[in-house]
């Protein structure tokens, strides 16, 4: 009750400036959204460098639209619209329904099995984006958090053979619904400098291999994978060396 009068409070306080400038942080998110349409239309020309060029820019939106909308209090100023309702929506399109297309169509998988994990990625990652528990105390994920942008990214980037990429999507699907701990790039106190020194390395060597239509030198993935498995592998390992302390 204290926060909703807070934030009804905030409300009747603001200018139409700040209101309109608060108001402009909903629809900076929304246009996420758009991206993504630009991101599927690449898709089904079968341009996917191209798709995951502008996932990158919805990706790069999604990271800046949370300190700029609390920084302007964008909550108590436009108390009616829900930015997390938002960014959830925006979310599930950009890190699930577009790649999701892209790995069921891309030919990386086997027949029979690909449009029986598209519906299975779109179904658990739905699940997954509505479970309040998605997020541990510590801000790591509970389980796979649905980051099927990423995994998109890696299919493509490795091109194995369909049976192996298969198997894959497979554990990931498995994985999104078992407590593992997953690394929140941003959230994590522990070790932030570390992982965010990571995460900009890993997008210069992720735009070289799209500009590269993901024809990149051995050190380049292998670069690749080893962030991807720090994001994934870190809380369990800082977990097992703690243990022989």
């Known amino acids: 009750m204290d926060t909703q009068q807070d934030s009804l409070q ?3 306080k603001a200018t139409p400036a700040i209101r309109a400038a608060a108001f402009s942080v909903h629809v900076f998110t929304a246009f996420g959204g758009a991206v993504a349409l630009l991101a599927m239309l690449e898709a089904v020309r079968e341009h ?9 820019v919805a990706l790069v939106i999604d990271a800046i639209d949370g300190p700029i909308a609390r920084r302007l209090n964008v909550k108590g100023v436009q108390p009616n619209w829900s930015g997390d309702v938002l960014d959830l929506v925006v979310d599930f ?14 030919g990386l998988l086997l027949p029979v099995a690909a449009p029986l994990l598209g519906i299975a990625i779109i179904v658990t990652s739905a699940l997954y984006f509505a479970d309040l528990r998605m997020k541990a ?10 980051l099927w942008n990423a995994a998109a ?9 369909p049976l192996p990429s ?31 020194s990571l995460i900009a390395i890993w997008g210069v060597l992720a735009l070289h ?12 993935t292998v670069a690749l994978c080893a962030i991807a ?12 060396a703690r243990s022989f302390v």
């Open 229 to 240: 498995f720090w994001i994934v592998g870190s809380d369990a390992a800082i977990r097992l």
């Open 93 to 106: 399109v950009t890190y699930v329904f577009v790649p999701a297309y892209a790995i069921v169509a891309s």
């Open 137 to 146: 105390d510590d801000n790591h994920f509970r389980g796979f958090p649905a």
């Open 10 to 12: 905030d409300a009747l």
């Open 166 to 196: 298969t198997l894959l999507v497979t554990a990931l699907v498995v994985l999104t619904f078992i407590p593992i701990h997953v690394l929140h790039p941003v959230r994590v106190v522990r070790l932030r400098w570390l992982t965010l």
């Open 209 to 220: 291999a799209l500009r590269m239509d993901f024809r990149v030198d051995l050190p380049v």
């Open 48 to 56: 996917w460098a191209a798709m995951f060029q502008w996932l990158g």
């Open 153 to 161: 990214f890696y299919l493509f980037l490795l091109h194995w053979p």
